[in-house]
């Protein structure tokens, strides 16, 4: 199995605040890399495919990329409704989970 | 709209079984590549398994032999037959779709919970 490492844990930040979320496949994926929303007590929701590509629907102030075998998410301009876990997802083999990020709003 | 809808979650005794339902409507399921999902309780997502349109099943290590994925194309239903139960396959079961092989899980159910427990 392909091991997604996933940081921070958690983080908090501020309304209007930019945050960044890493993670890092244990090989080579290529692009094969999704990143999902799961808000309190719903199912997860895909925001991000092939590591760039922004869901229809997703506002634009998330965005993805790759280097390599690193990942990042990006939410600019944070919102109240921002609050939830992300995780991230490899889909070159059997699908793995990052361990998730917890973002809380202050 | 594309929906999915699982039931069949309970509690049941270490050594049972169980069989999830996941219905689908607004797409067929035998065109897609459908997957289960669990999430134990304050825990992570781990993927548990998954059918291709074309019918080739793989499943987790943590599930094999134990659990099996299928659909009835007839009633746009996906299942997951659970046996051998142990208490750590307590979770919420979310069934999943990717419209490719390329696993991008872009519906999912609200999920049902499963509780092994004696």
């Known amino acids: 199995d392909i091991q997604m490492t996933q940081s921070p844990s958690s983080l908090s930040a501020s309304v209007g605040d930019s945050v960044t979320i890493t993670c890092r496949a244990g090989q080579s994926i290529g692009i094969y890399l999704n990143w999902y929303q799961q808000k309190p007590g719903k199912a997860p929701k895909l925001l991000i495919s092939?590591?760039?590509s922004l869901q229809r629907g997703v506002p634009s102030r998330f965005s993805g990329s790759a280097s390599g075998t690193d990942f990042t998410l990006t939410i600019t301009s944070l919102q109240p409704e921002d609050l939830a876990t992300y995780y991230c997802?490899?889909?070159?083999?059997?699908?793995?989970f990052g361990q998730g990020t917890r973002l809380e709003i202050k | 709209e594309v929906i999915l809808v699982e039931s069949g979650g309970d509690l049941v005794q270490p050594g049972g079984s169980l069989r999830l339902s996941c219905v689908a409507s607004g797409f067929t399921v035998s065109t897609n590549y459908m997957s289960w999902v669990r999430q134990a309780p304050g825990k992570g997502l781990e993927w548990v398994s998954i059918?291709?349109?074309?019918?080739?099943?793989y499943y987790a290590d943590s599930v094999k032999d134990r659990f099996t994925i299928s659909r009835d194309n007839s009633k746009n239903t996906l299942y997951l037959q659970m046996n051998s139960l142990r208490a750590e396959d307590t979770a919420v079961y979310y069934c999943?779709?990717?419209?490719?092989?390329?696993?991008?899980?872009?519906?999912w159910g609200q999920g049902t919970l499963v509780t092994v427990s004696s």
């Open positions: 999943a779709r990717a419209p490719t092989v390329t696993t991008n899980f872009d519906c």
């Open positions: 997802q490899q889909s070159y083999s059997h699908p793995t």
């Open positions: 092939s590591a760039s």
């Open positions: 059918i291709y349109a074309g019918g080739t099943t």
